[in-house]
């Protein structure tokens, strides 16, 4: 995601070229001189961001390469080899460069145009940065630019689909994935119906005055086909869970609601489906959910793989014992997850496979299937017991975070109502 920065610098590229192109000579500029001084003006950001001080340096802006290593990176650039040795060890404890990932930008800054390399700059993301010192004075170091944390709220109504209408409502849509791990135990996001609405409170992380994530949910309600469910964060000792609902309980499950984000249901669970390749009526004791291949496929619940392979028309296979109770497959799978095999262990959440349409298939998707005690059930009916509620010692301080956090809530809600009134006086 550009940050406001980026885009200002390249407003001021695309009015310079404008004027350039119109014969406007006030501008003094063309296109390509344009460029040229937004990237030298990076540049000198980059340099004061480090504290680099150097009178001339000659900079190469560029994109990490697939496949490439940290190695053949410095490489490329002109870092002597023998010299690698030393620039990993003076990393060590700071920033691992096996860690370096393809797509993401770096830039090498020489003591001039085809002089020796004196610095690399690898950009982790849009506000973290590792600076690589690679003349006399060998050093690495990390600097993370300035963040805001600032506290917001929104209520937000189902019309198309959560991504959309989180747009549409002037929304991050980064907030629908913390929507969704939250209530991933309680609600099913491909059965959610126009009207469906939420509100959340959240701490939202700005760089540069652009939203880069979404921090903290406090408390959240969710009102889905006519019942209000409610998230509150609150913290009971050592229990893993976060995010309990009014009454104490644990949001989290013993099972997830659907073992992938985001996606439709093509196919339901039912004695007499006709089949899409076979061209029979035959039963269909499952759930199929269509998305692109290659979407991670994560397992519901903690469990052992028991089988892992080819299943005939199921084509790629993973089937996991939960307990003695409960079992899943997944099928059609594309690949299954690095390391996976047949008695691995697995935690709820954890990506076991992609998406694929192997076996009997007529398009990506994922065919899941639930077992309980040897006998299929529908995945969309299953009832799923919580963990451990909250204790009763923390009870009282429990329903009094509760109620601060809906005091917030509404405090913001005031001083957003009187802000609208007043831009209308």
């Known amino acids: ?43 000198k950001e980059r340099e004061s961001l480090f504290g ?37 060890a003076a990393a060590d404890g700071i920033f691992d460069p096996r860690k370096i990932r393809s797509g993401n930008s770096y830039e090498a800054l020489y003591e001039s145009e085809g002089g020796r390399l004196l610095y690399f700059i690898y950009d ?32 937000v109504t189902i019309e198309s689909s959560l991504w959309n209408d ?26 959610l119906q126009k009207g469906d609405s939420f509100t959340a409170l959240y ?6 005055g652009e939203t880069v994530d979404i921090g903290n949910i406090w408390y959240a309600e969710f009102n889905h086909a006519g019942k209000t469910y409610y998230a509150v964060n609150y913290k009971d000792g050592e229990k893993s869970s976060l ?46 959910y269509a998305a692109p291949k290659g979407t991670p496929v994560m397992t519901i ?47 709820q959440g954890e990506v076991i496979g992609y998406v694929g349409s192997t076996g009997l298939s007529t398009g990506p998707h994922l065919d899941f299937r639930v077992y309980k005690n040897g006998t299929p059930i529908d995945p969309l009916k299953m009832e799923s017991p919580s963990v451990e509620p909250i204790s009763k010692e923390n009870m009282e301080n429990f329903s009094a975070t509760m109620q601060s956090y809906r005091f917030r809530l509404d405090s913001l809600r005031t001083s957003r109502h009187v802000e609208s009134l007043l831009n209308v006086l």
């Not at 963040?147 to 209520?155: F, P």
């Not at 989180?166 to 059965?191: C, M, N, R, T």
């Not at 997830?256 to 489906?273: D, E, G």
């Open 166 to 191: 989180l747009q549409k409502a002037g929304v991050s849509p980064l907030l629908a994935l913390k929507i969704s791990d939250i209530y991933a135990w309680a609600i099913d996001f491909f059965s």
């Open 243 to 288: 995010y309990w609902n009014e009454k104490g309980e644990s949001l989290r499950k013993a099972f997830l609601k659907a073992p992938l984000n985001f996606f439709r249901i093509t196919s339901r669970f039912t004695y007499s489906r006709k089949h899409p390749v076979l061209k029979i009526v035959r039963p269909h004791t499952g759930v199929d």
């Open 1 to 43: 995601m550009a940050n406001f920065a980026t885009m200002k610098r390249l407003a001021i590229v695309l009015i310079l070229s404008a004027l350039a192109l119109c014969g406007c000579k006030d501008g003094g500029v063309n296109g390509e001189n344009a460029a040229t001084a937004e990237a030298e003006q990076s540049s």
């Open 203 to 208: 701490d939202e992380l700005l760089f540069e």
């Open 301 to 347: 619940g903690d469990g052992v793989v028991i089988f892992k392979g080819w299943s005939g028309g199921g084509g790629n296979t993973i089937k996991i014992r939960h307990n003695s109770i409960y079992t899943t497959s997944y099928m059609h799978l594309s690949g299954y997850a690095k390391g996976l095999a047949k008695g691995s262990r697995v935690k």
């Open 52 to 88: 680099i001080e150097h009178e001339e340096l000659y900079s190469v802006i560029g994109k990490i390469k697939n496949g490439e290593t940290f190695g053949g990176i410095l490489t490329r650039l002109g870092l002597p080899a023998e010299r690698h040795s030393a620039v990993i």
């Open 124 to 155: 982790v993301d849009t506000y973290t940065h590792v600076l690589f010192s690679l003349a006399d004075s060998l050093y690495v170091k990390s600097v993370v630019e300035e963040r805001s944390l600032q506290q917001r709220y929104a209520t």
